[in-house]
């Protein structure tokens, strides 16, 4: 299969039927999906089982694969080969994943709270992941409410907090309790158990 990346593509779907796609540039697509996976291009034709000149002379236009060729950079991308064709939507997966084991996140401590980053090398996350130790015991111990951009949602795994928000009436949280709240709304969180408590907070960064 040798053809003009530009043109139109018929894409038969399983269940028999066909959809036309739009005109796609594929040396644009398969670099898009590269960068999404943070590859470069030794990393994405190692991937392929292409050569890296072969993989650049495809993202450039500089040359139309064979069926053979798109059908490793689909395995290689862990996609079909449909999808090589189909421009992105909003909720295409995009095959990015990090993993971090136990007390391996990036650790930032302040008076309040002993933070523990999650999935921290991941870049151009849409949400901030991070455990919690809350030190807190009181409001006097913050500079006022803690506010920030987008939402947040706020899960107990172990002891009992209490959570301030500028709208509401304190609430008192338990293991498995959880909260999902406007974080321009000021808020702050506190231990009321023996131990300090631990959270897991998930914050949106969009």
Do not use: C
Not at 36 to 57: F, M
Not at 99 to 104: A, L, M, S
Not at 148 to 166: A, I, R, S
Request: aromatic share 8%; glycine share 6%.
């Amino acid at each position: 299969m040798s053809r003009d990346p530009r043109t139109l593509i018929r894409i038969a779907r399983e269940s028999g039927q066909e959809q036309t796609a739009e005109p796609l540039d594929l040396g644009a697509r398969v670099r898009e999906l590269r960068k999404e996976r943070d590859w470069t291009l030794e990393q994405a034709a190692k991937h392929a089982g292409l050569a890296r000149s072969t993989l650049s002379k495809i993202e450039n236009g500089q040359m139309s694969p064979t069926y053979e060729a798109l059908k490793k950079l689909a395995v290689g991308l862990g996609i079909s080969v449909p999808q090589l064709f189909t421009p992105p939507k909003r909720e295409q997966v995009s095959g990015r994943m990090v993993h971090v084991k136990d007390g391996e996140g990036l650790r930032q401590v302040t008076t309040t709270y002993e933070h523990e980053l999650l999935a921290e090398s991941l870049t151009r996350k849409k949400m901030l992941p991070y455990r919690a130790r809350v030190r807190a015991r009181s409001m006097d111990e913050f500079d006022g409410w803690v506010r920030h951009d987008g939402e947040e949602f706020l899960y107990v795994l172990t002891g009992v907090v209490t959570l301030y928000t500028e709208f509401y009436e304190p609430i008192e949280m338990r293991r498995g309790d959880s909260a999902y709240y406007d974080a321009s709304m000021g808020h702050n969180v506190v231990s009321v158990s023996p131990e300090d408590a631990t959270i897991l907070w998930v914050t949106s960064l969009s």
